[in-house]
Nanobody, 131 residues
């Protein structure tokens, strides 16, 4: 059974930083990708970033580059989201999700997996940025 557990959320002042972690278990190999999504109150869920565990390739959603950095530690089956220069509008519940990803796939590259192929979801961790 695949499980995803997020941690690292909390309250931070504007301009501060947080590092979120997503620990994955239940995968039998590295042919999967883990992505971060967020949902603010009253808003649609939006994709933040994604990483392929087998090849380390990354993808960032629109306007998510610059302040957010995704990384992975395959030995720990853990993905991190480093968030810097946080703004009040970054306040949201952040979820990690995972889906099958085969590096080099022509028809289902990382971007497609990120937006259409996430099959497993964590419970989320709350990030609150005060002004």
């Amino acid at each position: 059974e695949v499980q995803l557990v997020e941690s690292g959320g909390g309250l931070v002042q504007a301009g501060g930083s947080l590092r979120l972690s997503c620990a994955a278990s239940g995968f039998i190999n590295d042919n999967y990708a883990i992505g971060w999504f967020r949902q603010a109150p009253g808003k649609r869920r939006e994709g933040v970033s994604c990483v392929g565990m087998s090849d380390g390739s990354t993808y960032y959603g629109d306007s998510m580059t610059g302040r957010f950095t995704i990384s992975s530690d395959n030995a720990k089956n853990t993905v991190y989201l480093q968030m810097n220069s946080l703004k009040p509008e970054d306040t949201a519940v952040y979820y990690c999700a995972a889906g099958i990803y085969n590096s080099g796939s022509y028809y289902f590259p990382l971007r497609q997996v990120f937006y259409y192929g996430m099959q497993y979801w964590g419970n989320g961790t709350l990030v609150m940025v005060s002004s």
